[in-house]
């Protein structure tokens, strides 16, 4: 039986559209089925047809029509990080694995960039790609002991004041123990793939995707406390919005699902049991990803590094390994070093000045003439001298 592959793209985008029309026809060259959304179908014969993208329709099947979710083997997100938001919403009561081509700026969730597109598709082809689970969180809206709402976020959900003049008033809790209250204009509570999105904007720290926790992130408090959390993803982080402000919220879950928050409304966010899962292509370590999203800078102010330099700190590494050896050697016992005061050996390179030893004067030395003390002085120190 063909492999069939999901091919999911931005509607609104031409790029997108030429883009999923390019994949849906290399993957038809491969002897693989292009499976799409019956929309993006359409959107694309209205694009070729009214010569918006200059290419030829390709002969596809439709999601829901000609085959389900659980006859596809992996789904192609053409766009943005909010492509691949879309997507995971679509696929998530599956277990079907998503690969993003980054069609947009950032693209913190894409594994490969639009000049990839055929390096890509042959992966897609070749099976050559691994896929990883990213944790995604719960979120509960309760109003008083009754539940109002239960969804659902890969990246953050965010709890926001509607209006723009007042502030939300909240208590922070952690496994149902309060942290602190005070006024805001939110609080973003994500996942460690959504640390490098709404929370990293608002000043989060920036967690690798592989770390199991739950962050949370104020939204300019007005708070001498108001420091991100990151917690365990066993915990349960809660927000109650107080009404003593009288001013109500909104959630927003991943910037797709919104529910409007009651006043008093409690949210709560867990760790999910369904997670989402991400197909990669290379093992690229994410502080390389990180460096290449934002364009740090990795060159020190010194310049690059020369030979000199390298041979230098291979010297030290040396050195220490062996110092670290006759330590373990020498400790009476496994895991004990002995560490010996830096002040005690002396610097490398410097050469102590040569000191004389000072005489002692006497009250009585002191009613000696000048010139006859200095004769003394000399006489001293050619005596030590003859004495060393």
Known sequence: MRRRILVLAHTGREDAMRAALQTSSMLVEAGLTPVMLERDANAAR????????????VDVEVLGRDTTLAEISLG??????????RAAELVRESSLPLLAVNLGHVGFLAESERTDLARTVQAVVDENYRVEERLTV???????????????????????KTNR???????IAIDGGPI???GCDGVVLATPTGSTAYAFSAGGPVVWPEVQALLMVPL??????SRPLVVSPESVISVDVLQRTNESGVL?????????????????????????????????????????????????????VSDADRAEMAARDLARAEAEAWEEHMADSRGVHVVEPHHLAPRPGV??????????????????????????LRAEARKDEENA
């Open 46 to 57: 209205e694009a070729v047809a009214s010569g918006a993208v200059q290419h030829e329709m």
């Open 76 to 85: 192609v997100v053409l766009g943005g990080d909010g492509s691949v938001l």
């Open 138 to 160: 719960d979120v509960k809206v309760f109003s008083g002991s009754d539940l109002v709402a239960h969804t659902w976020a890969l990246n953050e959900a965010s709890i926001e």
């Open 165 to 171: 003049e007042r502030m939300l008033e909240v208590v």
């Open 180 to 182: 602190s209250t005070y």
């Open 220 to 225: 300019s408090a007005h708070a001498l406390f």
């Open 252 to 304: 927003w879950c991943d910037g797709r699902r919104t529910v409007e928050l009651p006043l008093g409304a409690r949210v709560e966010v867990t760790r999910s049991t369904k997670p989402v899962r991400l197909a990669r292509l290379t093992a690229t370590p994410f502080s390389e990803r990180l460096v290449r999203k934002f364009d740090l800078p990795t060159q020190g102010w010194r310049g690059n």
């Open 351 to 376: 050469v102590p000045p040569p000191t004389a030893a000072l005489p002692v004067l006497s009250k009585a030395d002191e009613q000696v003439p000048l010139v006859t003390r200095e004769q003394l």
